[in-house]
C-alpha cells in the first residue's frame, strides 16, 4: 500500500508563495494485451514529457489532473492510483509541485478524442514502459515511472476507488432547535458542496450513498446534479443509527467493494472512523494508522481509498486525503 497524499490544502500552507502547484497523470491503455503509456511532445520546449499542468484559481489537485490531460491530449480519463509528486526548481527560483495519478485511457475516450497538433502539444505517443524510460526528457518524470512501474509489477494497476466524504459545514447543534438530522448546511457549506463536485467526478463516482440527514444529502446534491444520478438515501451509515446502535456500516461498505464500482459515501465525522475500517476489514487489510488518518476529516474532506479491481480481498492499494479550499 503506497503511503497517503498530502492533503492538497495542507500542502499549500507549507509551501506559501514558494511554490508552483501542478498535477497530471500517467496515462495508459492495454493495446494487444500490452501495457502503453502516453508521452507528450511539446512544441516550446523541444522536450519529451507527462501531460500536466498548473492548477487554476479555485481548482483541487485531482481536478486539474484530468483537466490537463484532456487539455493536452483530448483524451477524458478519471484518475486511479497516486503514483507520486515530482518537486523541482523553475527559473525564477520558485518550486514547481506536480502531483501524478495513474489514469487508465478506455477505447471510447482514445475514440472520442479529439487531439490534433497545436502551439503547445507537436505529438502525442503510445510507447512501451521500455520506450518511455529511454524517451522522457527529465529525471524527475522518470521517477513517477519507476512508481508507476512497481504498480504494474504488482498487478493492482487497475483500481476503483470507494470514497468516504464528510459532509460540509453545517448549522452548529447549539444554534439549531428541530432534530438533529434536520439540521441544514451554512453558506460555507453549501460553496464546499459545489466545490468538491469536480474532484469527485475527477475519480469516475457515479454511485452517490448517503446518510438521511439533511446536511448529507444535501453535501451531494451538487454532485448527484452534475452526474444526473439519484442518491441512495439510507440510515445505515447516520449519526443517529451510529449513536443509537444501529448503524449497519458493514452492509454499505460490503456492497460497495463487491460491485467494484467507484462510489462515494457521505456520513458524519463520528462515523467515518467506523466506515474506514469497514474498509479495511472488507478487504483484508491490516488496520493501520492511516487508515485512523484518512477518516479524520474536515467538513466537506473526503478520502479515496483505491481498491484492486481484480481482486478487491487483496487490500488498500492507497489512500489519499483532499481538503476543500472553501
Request: with cysteine; glycine share 8%; net charge positive.
Amino acid at each position: 500500500m503506497t503511503a497517503a497524499q498530502t492533503a492538497p490544502s495542507k500542502t499549500r500552507a507549507k509551501w506559501t508563495d514558494k511554490a508552483v502547484y501542478a498535477a497530471g497523470a500517467v496515462v495508459w491503455r492495454i493495446v494487444d494485451g500490452k501495457l502503453r503509456i502516453l508521452l507528450i511532445h511539446r512544441t516550446k520546449y523541444r522536450d519529451v514529457t507527462l501531460p500536466k499542468g498548473k492548477v487554476d484559481p479555485g481548482e483541487m489537485l485531482a481536478e486539474t489532473a484530468v483537466r490537463e490531460v484532456h487539455e493536452e491530449t483530448g483524451i477524458r480519463v478519471s484518475l486511479g492510483v497516486p503514483v507520486g509528486v515530482s518537486r523541482y526548481h523553475l527559473p525564477s527560483n520558485k518550486q514547481k509541485v506536480v502531483h501524478y495519478w495513474a489514469a487508465e485511457a478506455t477505447d471510447d475516450a482514445i475514440r472520442e478524442s479529439t487531439f490534433v497538433p497545436n502551439k503547445e502539444i507537436a505529438a502525442i505517443e503510445w510507447v512501451s514502459l521500455k520506450k518511455a524510460r529511454a524517451r522522457l526528457s527529465y529525471p524527475v518524470d522518470l521517477e513517477i515511472l519507476d512508481f508507476f512501474t512497481n504498480l504494474v509489477d504488482d498487478g493492482v494497476l487497475r483500481t476503483f476507488p470507494v470514497i468516504a466524504l464528510r459532509h460540509a459545514k453545517a448549522m452548529p447543534r447549539s444554534e439549531w432547535d428541530g432534530a438533529d438530522a434536520a439540521r441544514p448546511l451554512t453558506d460555507r457549506g453549501l460553496r464546499q458542496a459545489k466545490s468538491i463536485v469536480g474532484p469527485l467526478r475527477a475519480f469516475g463516482v457515479r454511485k452517490i450513498i448517503t446518510s438521511d440527514a439533511v446536511r448529507c444529502v444535501d453535501t451531494v446534491k451538487p454532485l448527484a446534479k452534475a452526474l444526473g444520478r439519484k442518491p441512495v438515501r439510507t440510515s445505515r451509515i447516520s449519526q443517529d443509527s451510529w449513536e443509537d446502535g444501529t448503524a449497519d456500516l458493514r452492509t454499505a461498505v460490503g456492497r460497495r467493494v463487491a460491485s467494484g464500482k467507484p462510489a462515494v459515501l457521505c456520513s458524519h465525522g463520528p462515523v467515518l472512523p467506523g466506515l474506514l475500517s469497514e474498509i479495511a476489514l472488507a478487504t483484508g487489510t491490516i488496520h493501520g494508522s492511516y487508515v485512523g488518518s484518512a477518516a479524520d476529516l474536515e467538513p466537506a474532506a473526503f478520502s479515496v481509498v483505491h481498491l484492486s479491481a481484480s481482486n478487491p480481498g487483496s487490500g488498500i492499494i492507497a489512500i489519499e486525503t483532499h481538503v476543500p479550499q472553501v
